[in-house]
Each structure stands twice: as structure tokens, then as C-alpha cells.
């Protein structure tokens, strides 16, 4: 499958704290517990498709600056072309996230000056599907994209209003949306039908971390909850919804249908949680299939999104 991917690239540095919320002190010795990896929404979708063994074009905005460089040289190791990556920002976007033990994060992500950008309609090229990531150089590109009939795909993380002023764009021009359930002002079976209702996506994923993840499938109007994929280890939730994401995406495009393409993605991204950095722990497809394979029959399946 080709799939164009645009979205935010940059240099990611996770802390390992000892719990949250963090107490003051002047000093704290985590050894290996600090690490430094290329990441951004956009690159950790990128690179999931690429282990996936996709072709990923990708489109993006890094700075001329030495994390810049590190950027291209992490896409290039992918195999992934970098004419689609433009040197126009002041500095490379940053991001530090914070850990504790139990795998739960604290993100603070410096997109520097890249809500600024913007991408227009000759950067879309011909692509089975176009996973454009909810940031501001995307918004004409989701609306032309969605207007040339190629199927789109966005995930706009965290939402509490379907009228969200910021995601709009996105909301209306996706035909397979993604969310976290990190902040639903309701029940996800409700909220999920009330965004069906109001934008008729043609697939509506909402991802409950440990508690599995929630689909409704445009086809049919149904609402399915499927229980989480039981993870061997949790080292660091950062990058799950981007995991999830973006191997639904590859399952689905290969032919599954929405239900057996999420099963395989919960397992995609319970392998993926098992590791430390956004960017890393991406399972590949014969894996994904033989680890779902055995555990399929464990993974139980709720319809009209309700636990019995």
C-alpha cells in the first residue's frame, strides 16, 4: 500500500520520574533513564507503516539546525524519501516527556514555529490513503485530498466537543477519524454516536488505553468495544494512539474489516507499549499475526459498545 503521511517530526527525550505528580528536589540521578529519540506524530506513523512494510511517503517542516539533521538521517534509515521534508522552520520542534513507573506520561512538546506552515494542494501525491495528522499545514491538504476521492485518515488525539473549533477540518474531512477517550465530556458508546451523527466518518476509532478501544463502523452504524490486548510488560505509554493508528490503518487497507483490523492493532500497540520512546517497539506484520493469532479467542467483543 503507498500511504502519504504529513505531519510533526521532531527530537523526543523521555525522563523516567518516580511518580506523579512530582515532588521538588534540586537533583535526581535516573540512570538509563534518559533518553533521546526522533519522534513526532507524523514520524511515529510513518515509521510503524514502514515496519509494516508499506510505502510511506511523507510530508513535514524540521529546522536548519543539527536536530534537523538528526531528523533526516532517522527518516533516511527507513528507506523513506526526504523531497517531501522542507527546512523552513527557525528551530526543529522539541518534545520531553515524563514517565513513571507505571508507564504513565507527561508530554511537553515546543512545536517552535511550525503552526505557522502550511501545505498546499501540489503536495498531495497519488496514495491509497492520506494519513494527515490534525496540525495546521494540514488543513487545505485534508480538504483537497478528501475533494480528489483519496480516503483520508486523522487522529486528533485528545477532543471534549464535537464542535471543536481546532479539529473542525479534520472532523469533516476524515473518513476514518481516531480519538483518545482522555477527556469525553460523556460515556464513549454516547460520544461516539453523537460524532457518527454529526459528521458521518466512515469509521470513528476511539482508544481507551488499557481498557481496549471502541469502533463504530459507518457500514452499519454498530458500536463495538474490544477488551485490550494483554501487554507482557508497560514500560512507557507515549506513542500508543499513534501505534494504534497507524496499524488499524495497515490492516484495514490490506482487507480486514474494521473489528479484525482494531484486534490486530490493540496487538500492535500492546507490543509497542512494552518499550520506551514513541518511535520505538513497532512489531512487524508476521508478528502482529502469529501473537494474535493465539491470544484472539482471549480478547473479548462487546456490541452496542457496553460491557455486559
Do not use: W
Not at 528536589?25 to 535516573?30: A, F, K, V
Not at 520542534?93 to 503552526?115: A, E
Not at 488505553?209 to 507515549?238: F, H
Request: aromatic share 10%.
Amino acid at each position: 500500500m503507498k500511504i502519504f503521511v504529513s505531519g510533526l517530526l521532531n527530537v523526543e527525550t523521555t525522563v523516567a520520574v518516580r511518580k506523579f505528580p512530582i515532588e521538588y528536589y534540586p537533583i535526581d540521578y535516573p540512570f538509563f533513564g534518559t533518553h533521546s529519540n526522533v519522534s513526532g506524530v507524523g514520524f511515529n506513523i510513518a515509521k510503524a507503516l514502514s515496519v509494516l512494510d508499506d510505502e510511506v511517503i511523507l510530508s513535514s517542516f524540521i529546522g536548519e539546525d543539527s536536530e534537523g539533521e538528526r531528523v533526516l538521517r532517522s527518516v533516511s534509515s527507513l528507506g523513506i524519501g526526504l523531497d517531501g521534508i522542507r527546512r523552513s522552520l527557525k528551530e526543529t520542534p522539541t518534545s520531553v516527556v515524563l514517565y513513571d513507573p507505571q508507564g504513565r506520561r507527561q508530554i511537553y512538546c515546543d512545536l517552535k514555529d511550525i503552526q505557522e506552515q502550511m501545505l498546499d494542494a501540489d503536495t498531495l501525491p497519488a496514495c491509497d490513503v492520506a494519513a494527515l495528522c490534525n496540525i495546521n499545514f494540514n488543513r487545505d491538504l485534508i480538504k483537497t485530498a478528501r475533494s480528489r476521492g483519496i480516503l483520508t485518515a486523522t487522529d486528533v488525539h485528545v477532543l471534549s466537543d464535537i464542535e471543536d473549533e481546532y479539529n473542525r477540518d479534520f472532523l469533516e474531512n476524515a473518513d476514518i477519524l481516531f480519538l483518545s477517550d482522555e477527556a469525553l465530556p460523556e460515556a464513549p458508546a454516547d460520544f461516539i454516536r453523537r460524532l457518527y451523527e454529526r459528521y458521518h466518518n466512515r469509521v470513528i476509532v476511539i482508544g481507551m488505553g488499557d481498557k481496549g478501544a471502541m469502533a463504530l463502523d459507518g457500514r452499519t452504524q454498530e458500536v463495538t468495544m474490544l477488551s485490550a490486548y494483554p501487554a507482557e510488560r508497560i514500560v512507557n505509554t507515549v506513542g500508543a494512539g499513534d501505534a494504534l493508528f497507524s496499524s488499524f490503518l495497515h490492516f484495514y487497507l490490506k482487507g480486514d474489516d474494521v473489528l479484525l483490523a482494531l484486534q490486530k492493532a490493540e496487538v500492535f500497540a500492546a507490543v509497542k507499549i512494552g518499550f520506551n520512546g514513541a518511535s520505538v517497539g513497532f512489531a512487524d506484520e508476521k508478528t502482529v499475526e502469529e501473537m494474535f493469532a493465539q491470544k484472539r479467542r482471549t480478547m473479548p467483543i462487546f456490541t452496542n459498545g457496553e460491557r455486559p
